[in-house]
T-cell receptor
Framework: KAGVTQTPRYLIKTRGQQVTLSCSPI?????VSWYQQTPGQGLQFLFE???????NKGNFPGRFSGRQFSNSRSEMNVSTLELGDSALYLCASSLAAGTDTQYFGPGTRLTVL | AQSVAQPEDQVNVAEGNPLTVKCTYSVSGNPYLFWYVQYPNRGLQFLLK??????LVKGSYGFEAEFNKSQTSFHLKKPSALVSDSALYFCAVRDINYGQNFVFGPGTRLSVLP
């Protein structure tokens, strides 16, 4: 069974631009979560989706948004990019929301210049 | 609120020796506990989890962890370390009361020296 895939793997943007990251979960998984990983802040939870509904949201500004489609694929969008948004963005999928094990994709490395 | 602490930023151990990576947690209810490993330029890989039952949990690659409710700890262990175990290890907790997201510890970098 294929794992979680994320596209693109690397992205370079400039301040003020917006970006969309994509995540395809493991087949059959209906829950997708997004995390931001930086050397200073570690792994921080962004949001969790289950059956196209946002179930949880982390403490990030409104510039960070996401959505999930009927096929469980998910996208996250960051508008008006700031230098501090440079990070590894990780997507994780699980069978259901709640306590199921999350399986992570390889991440998208976003660099904001 | 839930939180996870990994008191050691770095753990060094000689190949063949036992290793321990420490994790303590704080939740208001009953915890679901996880260990993940991250290799350079990779996402996180699941190692093991504790949901309920036996306090000693066995996972992938020979790793195991012991849940200790009184000490609120979930330390990761391996009897004999390999150089290939060198990586960044994360402990994570999720409160059993659904609605709480996963919270990850800051990570512990394990270096296994040949």
């Amino acid at each position: 069974k294929a794992g979680v895939t994320q596209t693109p793997r690397y992205l370079i943007k400039t301040r003020g631009q917006q970006v969309t990251l994509s995540c395809s979960p493991i087949s059959g998984h209906r829950s997708v979560s997004w995390y931001q990983q930086t050397p200073g802040q570690g792994l921080q939870f962004l949001f969790e989706y289950f059956s196209e509904t946002q179930r949880n949201k982390g403490n990030f500004p409104g510039r960070f948004s996401g959505r999930q489609f009927s096929n469980s694929r998910s996208e996250m969008n960051v508008s008006t990019l700031e230098l501090g948004d440079s990070a590894l963005y990780l997507c994780a999928s699980s069978l259901a929301a709640g306590t199921d094990t999350q399986y992570f994709g390889p991440g998208t490395r976003l660099t904001v210049l | 609120a839930q939180s996870v602490a990994q008191p050691e930023d770095q753990v060094n151990v000689a190949e063949g020796n036992p290793l321990t990576v420490k994790c303590t947690y704080s939740v208001s209810g009953n915890p679901y506990l996880f260990w993940y490993v991250q290799y350079p330029n990779r996402g996180l890989q699941f190692l093991l989890k504790y949901i309920t039952g036996d306090n000693l949990v066995k996972g992938s690659y020979g790793f195991e962890a012991e849940f200790n409710k009184s000490q609120t700890s979930f330390h990761l262990k391996k009897p004999s370390a390999l150089v290939s175990d060198s990586a960044l290890y994360f402990c994570a907790v999720r409160d059993i009361n659904y609605g709480q997201n996963f919270v990850f510890g800051p990570g512990t970098r394990l270096s296994v020296l040949p």
